[in-house]
């Protein structure tokens, strides 16, 4: 697909104009200012529609292939996504970024320096220019010539499965680029099979405005005093956060569960930090290393 065809589809798909997208957006709001209102409960039902149910202290948590199947695999490439996509693990989590022509790819690091044979910033280069650089060979000659994918690539191989995904926006997004996304993510139809996420707080408030139906997920490193009250502010239906930050507090994690919040950590992949994780009750663990975490969690929480 082109740059000016995914223009096209970013100003097309699913609503045809502006106009559209404004009375969508204001019927929308009012839906979910009405749902909220009459349901108090709202939050957590959507939170356990996504997660499957918030986890009791024991209970597996879900597990999150991190930028794909990275133990398998190189990061975020379409092997790795589809390696994650062919296994029981019940999400996919990749990073968005946009080209600078405003096209969507799958790249976590602000640069293509690390996971490419290239140089220079991902909002610097053309989607033309980010193509003709080499993403496997870093890993293994086994994957030389693999590319960075686009989203629209992405979720080519997405709409045919049954996972979710968890798409994180790195860095700073307008509600013009968040809809770019949406637009892709609405002409496959798979909108109820897709969480945003963003450390970013601008990002978070043009997810709101921009895509208020899409449920959201608040990064944090290191959890505020007041977790709860940061998660409504955003809408969120989750925090996703580090090990670290529950060691001072485990009692956050009861805490976000009695407002209907999940809790999701990144990135563990020490079978010491699993079972901390899992004493702690935690709803989803996001994991380099997917296939062994899963067996892992077979062979120690079993039947639950």
């Known amino acids: 697909m082109t740059t000016e065809q995914y223009r096209e589809l970013s100003k097309s798909s699913h609503f045809e104009n502006r106009w559209h ?29 996504m997660f499957g149910s918030l986890r009791a202290p024991g209970e597996p948590a879900f597990i999150a292939g991190h930028r794909g199947d990275r133990a398998h695999f190189p ?57 003709s650089l080499d993403a496997g060979t870093w890993y293994s000659g086994e994957f030389t010539g693999a590319q960075v994918p686009t989203l629209d690539e992405f979720l080519d191989i997405f709409q045919s ?12 997004w307008t509600e013009e680029q968040v809809r770019v996304v949406t637009g892709l993510i609405y002409a496959r139809g798979v909108q109820g099979r897709v969480i945003f996420q963003a450390f970013d707080f601008e990002t978070l ?26 998660a409504n502010r955003y809408g969120a239906i989750a925090i996703l956060t580090s090990p670290a930050s ?3 507090d485990p009692s956050v994690v009861q805490k976000l569960h009695d407002a209907g919040l999940g809790i999701v950590l990144y990135t563990l992949n020490k079978k010491g930090r699993w079972s901390d994780a899992l ?11 997917p296939s062994s975490l899963d067996k892992w969690i077979a062979e120690n929480a079993p039947g639950t």
């Open 75 to 131: 990061e975020n490439t379409i092997p790795a996504l589809q390696g994650v996509l062919d296994s029981d693990f019940d999400f996919v989590e990749t990073d968005i970024q946009l080209t600078a022509d405003g096209v969507p790819v799958l790249i976590h690091d602000l640069d293509v320096d690390r996971t490419t044979n290239g140089t220079g910033l991902v909002a610097d280069l053309t989607l033309a220019e980010i193509k």
């Open 205 to 230: 408030e043009a997810l709101q405005k921009a895509a208020p139906v899409f449920p959201r997920v608040l990064i944090q490193r290191y959890l505020p005093s007041d977790p709860v009250a940061l």
């Open 21 to 49: 997208r404004a009375v969508f957006g204001a019927m929308t709001t009012i839906a979910l200012v009405l749902i909220f209102v009459l349901n108090p409960d709202a939050a957590l039902v959507y939170a356990t529609n």
């Open 161 to 172: 499965s049954k996972k979710k995904a968890m798409l994180e926006l790195k860095g700073i």
């Open 246 to 248: 529950l060691e001072a």
């Open 279 to 289: 004493e702690l009750g935690v709803d989803g663990i996001i994991t380099d290393k």
